[in-house]
């Protein structure tokens, strides 16, 4: 475990480099114009496991966010909702309910539906309990990335809401749910073809310092060519 220096008004970040839910809180700070001090849990090194970081998240999972003076929150989704309540500018959700329910909707297709499939915990239960090698394991990645990004491609295609980014003019949680799964493809050097809708809001949040400063290859930790 490790501290990486950086300056905020009083949050600690437990992450590690090539998380999809780390990225998604990284994006959202940076969007709200804040810094958090990164604490780093190598979970390739098993630190998630540790008595002292299980005592911050008792179920071993990245990230984590502590406010100071303030238990730690946990679970990416429910952190970028809080973010968005405490610093309400600029926002994460529209104003109107049905731009809310589709921006939540959109969102919990990556985070919920596809993210879940292909983290490190599935991985080692599927190599320990089901006997994949790592083709197999290649190829669950494979289906699950192609899924999740074919489903949102369907979602937002044809939809008049879907503008610049996943929701009108401006990023919203679902663009940083969205680009979060992105990412950690390509880390894998997985690509999905036959989704130019996603590939064209991804490179607009791409374009976004929040989002470039976030992609996991340029955190401390990632691997260096």
């Known amino acids: 475990m490790t501290d990486q220096t950086a300056t905020g008004p009083g949050l600690t970040l437990y ?24 604490r780093l849990i190598d979970i390739d090194a098993g630190e998630h496991l540790r008595p002292e970081f299980l005592a911050i998240n008792p179920q071993g999972a990245l990230p984590a966010l502590v406010v100071h003076g303030h ?68 190829a669950w990645q494979t289906a699950w990335f192609t899924r999740g990004l074919t489903d949102i491609e369907a979602r937002l295609r044809d939809d008049p809401a ?24 390509r880390v894998f050097k997985i690509k999905v073809d036959g989704i130019p809708t996603v590939d064209r809001i991804v490179a607009a949040c791409n374009a976004l310092d929040a989002f470039s400063n976030a992609d996991p290859m340029v955190q401390t930790g990632a691997p260096r060519a």
């Open 162 to 185: 879907t503008g610049t980014f996943c929701h009108g003019g401006t990023p919203t949680m679902a663009d940083i749910c969205l680009a979060s799964v992105e990412a950690v493809a």
């Open 71 to 138: 238990p730690p929150l946990t679970q990416s989704v429910a952190i970028l909702e809080f973010l968005d309540e405490l610093y309400p500018q600029p926002a994460l959700l529209p104003d109107d309910p049905f731009g809310r329910a589709r921006v939540r909707s959109l969102a919990a297709t990556m985070a919920s539906d596809t993210h879940p499939l292909i983290v490190p915990r599935v991985r080692k239960y599927l190599k320990e309990a089901a006997g994949f090698d790592d083709a197999a394991w290649r």
């Open 15 to 38: 992450a590690y480099w090539r998380t999809s839910a780390t990225y998604r809180v990284r994006v959202a700070l940076a969007l709200k114009g804040l810094t958090a001090q990164e």
